[in-house]
Antibody
């Protein structure tokens, strides 16, 4: 069974940093593209970042470029999101999501999400 | 960036009704369009990818179609478990973008 479990969310002050983790199991992690997608409270979905299976390709939304860094450790079946210079508008539930094989830019499995709150 | 305009933003329907939701892309996306269902407090679930391919395990009452840059999700006979919010997403180019969502409510 495919499982994605996010952790690392919490309350942080504006300008602060946080590192999210996503532990993957139930599939061959090192063959799949992975993503972070976020959802502000009561709002819609926003794609944040993508990393290819071998880390050759990395993309970011303009809203986080230069502040967030996506990475993965295929030996640990883990995905990460380092978030720096956090702003109030980064407050959201952050989901890790697997890219499907047919098109890596569609998401077939999602974690349960971890809430990040940026507030003073 | 490719803008995804989804309509309606909400729809009231009864069990057994046929429901259609539309998503329009601001430019061509080569049919790389996905549909997701999200229930309150839960992560989204993939329903349709590539505009019309049904994801494994998704009931056949869900279908997707395309006409130019207009994409449609159809629920042929609404079931109680289908009351949720639906999102489209273009998977053609970065940044990947979602529609604003359509909430399907009980009439």
């Amino acid at each position: 069974e495919v499982q994605l479990v996010e952790s690392g969310g919490g309350l942080v002050k504006p300008g602060g940093s946080l590192r999210l983790s996503c532990a993957a199991s139930g599939f061959t992690f090192n063959t799949y593209t992975m993503n972070w997608v976020r959802q502000s409270p009561g709002k819609g979905l926003e794609w944040v970042s993508l990393i290819s299976s071998s880390t050759i390709y990395i993309y970011y939304a303009d809203s986080v470029k230069g502040r967030f860094t996506i990475s993965r450790d295929n030996a640990k079946n883990s995905l990460y999101l380092q978030m720096n210079s956090l702003r109030a508008e980064d407050t959201a539930v952050y989901y890790c999501a697997r890219g499907i094989a047919v098109t890596t830019k569609t998401f077939d499995f999602w974690g349960q999400g971890t809430l990040v709150t940026v507030s003073s | 960036d490719i803008q995804m305009t989804q309509s309606p933003s909400s729809v009231s329907a009864s069990v057994g009704d046929r429901v259609t939701i539309t998503c329009r892309a601001s430019q061509g996306i080569n049919n790389w369009l996905a549909w997701y269902q999200q229930k309150p407090g839960k992560a989204p679930q993939l329903l349709i990818y590539g505009a019309s391919s049904l994801q494994s395990g998704v009931p056949s009452r869900f279908s997707g179609s395309v006409s130019g840059t207009d994409f449609t999700l159809t629920i042929s006979s609404l079931q109680p478990e289908d009351f949720a919010t639906y999102y489209c997403q273009q998977a053609n180019s970065f940044p990947l973008t979602f529609g604003g969502g359509t909430k399907v409510e009980i009439k």
